[in-house]
């Protein structure tokens, strides 16, 4: 995806260009506004992003907001909404740069990802344990003041609000909303755009296996596509389609692109002939639980006249046994990816299919020792009931004998 699709790529390398009296001319002598408006509005986002660490005079000039916002919506049209525009004029930093920073990165490696969640997550641990001991301390060595048992009335509510540290410190950091801001390419064109606001807060999301829906079932979205009449071909028109699932806390100011940009996995029903092109990334969640696998689906079904029609595009979390999370344990773990480290995400398509097929490998390998581990206890068991039967019979053929 790039910012502009019909423009021609320019070089930033060309240092020099020849006036028109034939002289040799600097390239930094060209007036601001040219090199703005002739230049950097050419250039995506990488591209601008690199463009940007060239020189101080490139990196302000490549740190306009407008620069940005217009990569932004030609790169995420999801994002021109008025509900989106005005997420990302709130994101720190340089506003729309910062967006499509955190959009266009990936989550760092594994074992970097893991450390960076354990740190978060001690913060946390070590702010809870700071006031349970400011209030035992505030209640033993001194009679309070007024303002004082304020104070320490109010620490108490903490104390006592939650069940444990984990519940207090998941309350006060979970996002309250998470907007989906989703788009589907095909040959560089986009078919679908939508923004979906998802309410984190109810009973029903937090207990329920976590989905966000973006087309409505009664709904179906007209493609170009032809349908494909076996595997084979399958694959080859597949491969041309992209999808971006950017998920935005609004009030952390906070995003992560949760597609792997390229499908991981192409699978057509036999009966049917529904076409189901998987999307997604893998995240950590810690040492002990391993990872989780973040699905986008796009279901794709035939059409009187041929093509392909646009039938679900929705977003599950699965762990490593295959069952799909509920939505607060996903909230959980889409939180800390929101806040942990990020690195470049310009081969994003390539590490998203690698690591794919570690996860299913790793799924696959826990699933054998799991039937190990139930083999050998069926065994056990058959011993210990065999071990039962015949002392049973021995015991009986003492007292007769």
């Known amino acids: 995806m790039t910012s502009s699709h019909h423009n021609p790529p320019i070089t930033t390398t060309i240092t020099t260009i020849t006036a028109k009296q ?8 060209l007036h601001s506004d040219i090199i703005e408006a002739n230049i950097l509005t050419r250039l995506d986002g990488a591209t601008l992003a690199s463009t940007s660490c060239s020189s101080t005079t490139l990196h302000h000039l490549s740190s306009e907001n407008y620069l940005w916002s217009r990569i932004c919506h030609s790169t995420f049209p999801s994002t021109a909404t ?22 266009f990165s990936l989550p760092l490696p594994e074992n970097t990802q893991t450390q960076n969640l354990e740190s ?12 349970n001991l400011l209030y035992l301390f505030c209640m033993c060595t001194y009679v309070p003041s007024r303002k004082q048992r304020i104070q320490l009335n109010s620490l108490r509510r ?23 801001a989703v788009d589907i390419y095909y040959k560089n064109d986009v078919i679908f755009s939508n923004v979906h606001e998802t309410e984190t807060t109810t009973s029903w999301f937090q207990c329920s296996p976590f989905r966000i829906d973006m087309i409505d079932p009664k709904d179906v979205i007209s493609t170009p596509i032809k349908h494909p009449n076996d595997d084979d071909t399958c694959t080859e028109v597949i491969e041309d389609m992209m999808v971006s ?6 009030i952390g100011r906070r995003a992560i692109n949760l597609s792997s940009l390229k499908p991981v996995s192409v699978q057509r029903h036999w009966l049917t002939g529904e076409v189901q092109v998987r999307f997604g990334s893998i995240l950590t969640v810690d040492r002990k639980r391993g990872h989780v696998l973040c699905e986008i689906v796009v279901t794709c079904g035939g059409s009187e006249v041929g093509q392909m029609q646009v039938r679900e595009v ?24 929101l806040e942990s480290k990020r ?20 799924r696959r390998e826990r699933k054998e020792k799991k039937l190990k581990r139930e083999g ?7 011993v210990f009931g065999i071990s039962i039967f015949v002392s049973f019979w021995c015991f009986l053929f003492c007292l007769s004998g």
Request: net charge negative; charged share 25%.
């Open 120 to 131: 978060v997550n001690l913060k946390r641990i070590l702010d809870a344990i700071y006031i």
């Open 314 to 337: 929705s977003l599950e979390v699965e762990d490593m046994d295959g069952t799909h999370l509920n939505g607060r344990e996903s909230l959980v773990i889409l939180q800390r990816a």
């Open 22 to 29: 034939g002289g040799a001319t600097d390239f930094f002598d």
């Open 82 to 103: 008025p509900r989106v525009s005005h997420i990302i004029s709130s994101f720190p930093d340089i506003d729309h740069r910062a967006f499509f920073s955190q959009s």
């Open 158 to 180: 903490i104390r006592e609000e939650g069940v444990s540290i984990t519940n207090t410190i998941n309350r006060l950091y979970l996002p309250l909303e998470l907007i989906s």
């Open 376 to 382: 050998v206890l069926d065994v056990l068991c058959v």
């Open 245 to 250: 699932w950017i998920l935005i806390d609004p």
């Open 343 to 362: 690195g470049n995400g310009a081969n994003r398509a390539e590490i998203g299919r690698k690591r794919y097929k570690e996860f299913l490998e790793m």
